[in-house]
C-alpha cells in the first residue's frame, strides 16, 4: 500500500535574542537594529522563515516601544525584503501591563506579533480588550501568534473561540515546552500533553524549547505537524551540548531535522499563505 508523502511545509521561526540574555550568555546575541539585520540575513540563509525580536534599551533592559520596534522593522527589512516575515513580541517580563501592550501594537502596527495570553488576558476584566486587540490586528491584516505555556491555558483559549472573542478562523499559537528558569531543559514528551486526546486543537502550531534538546523537539514537533522556533531566547547550545556558534547554526540544525524527516521547508511567503488563509 503506497503512502501518501506529508507536502505541508514546516516553518522555522528564530527568536535571537529574548528579553533576557545579554552578550554575557552569548557573545553572538544580537542586541542593536544592526546586530538583528545581520542576524536576521544569516538566518534567512539557513532557512528561517521568520523573525521573532525583541528590542532593548540602552542599557540592555527588556523594551516594548513602537519607535525601537520600527527601527528594527526597518533594518532587517533593508537586507532581507520582503523574504522574511518580523515578527514583534508584547512579552512583558512583569514590566508592562495589559494596556502598555495594547498600545505599542496598535502604535506599531506590525506584519507579525506574538501575544502572551496569560500578560494581555490576566483576568476576566482584560477579555474585551484583548477582542477588541485580536479584531485590529484582523483588520490591519496581521499575523498573530498566540503564545500557551501550559494546557489549561490552550483550553482557556479554544473557550474563548466558543464564545466569539477571536475574529479569526486560523489560530496560529506557539506552545512553550518549559519556562525560562536556568538550566531548564525540554523534553519532546513535554509536547504531549498539548497534543493529547481531547485537546483543542489550533492551525498552525508551532513550539519552542529550552536547552540541548531543542533539535528533538523540533523534529518531534514537525512528524507531528508542527511547526518550530529556534534561536539564543530559548536556547545556546547545540544538541551535544555545547555553546553554538550563533543563531543561524539553530536554524540550519533544526532545518537538517525537518529535511531528515521527509519533511520540507516553507519560506516567508508560503507562512504568510498559510497563516492568513481565512
Known sequence: ?????????????????????????????????TALAQTATTCLEAGAA????????????HLLDAEAYRAVITAIGAVTGKDLVVQITSEALGLYSPAEQRAV????????????????????????????????????????????YTPDEARRLAEFQ??????????????VLGRYTADQTSQPDDL????AE????????????????????????????????????????????TLA???AELVVLARQAIEAA????????ALRAATLAT
Not at 514546516?10 to 546575541?29: E, S, W, Y
Not at 485537546?199 to 518531534?220: H, N
Request: proline share 9%; charged share 25%.
Open 162 to 175: 466558543r464564545r466569539g472573542l477571536i475574529p479569526f478562523e486560523k489560530l496560529p499559537v506557539l506552545y
Open 192 to 195: 504531549l500533553p498539548f497534543l
Open 262 to 269: 521527509g519533511l520540507r521547508i516553507g519560506d516567508a511567503d
Open 245 to 247: 556558534r550563533d543563531n
Open 1 to 33: 500500500m503506497s503512502v501518501t508523502p506529508d507536502c505541508t511545509p514546516r516553518f522555522i521561526a528564530v527568536a535571537p535574542n529574548g528579553g533576557r540574555r545579554t552578550k554575557a550568555d552569548h557573545p553572538a546575541l544580537p542586541m542593536t537594529p
Open 105 to 148: 501594537i496598535r502604535a506599531t502596527r506590525p506584519e507579525a506579533v506574538s501575544l502572551a495570553l496569560r500578560e494581555l488576558v490576566p483576568d476576566t476584566a482584560e477579555e474585551a480588550a484583548f477582542a477588541e486587540l485580536l479584531l485590529f490586528l484582523r483588520l490591519i491584516g496581521a499575523m498573530l501568534q498566540i503564545i500557551l
Open 50 to 61: 521568520m523573525i521573532h525580536v525583541h528590542v532593548r534599551r540602552n542599557d540592555g533592559d
Open 198 to 241: 481531547g485537546m483543542p486543537r489550533f492551525d498552525p502550531w508551532s513550539l519552542c524549547a529550552f536547552g540541548p534538546q531543542e533539535v528533538a523537539c523540533v523534529t518531534a514537533a514537525a512528524r507531528r505537524g508542527g511547526h518550530a522556533r529556534v534561536g539564543f531566547e530559548n536556547n545556546l547550545h547545540r544538541p551535544d551540548g
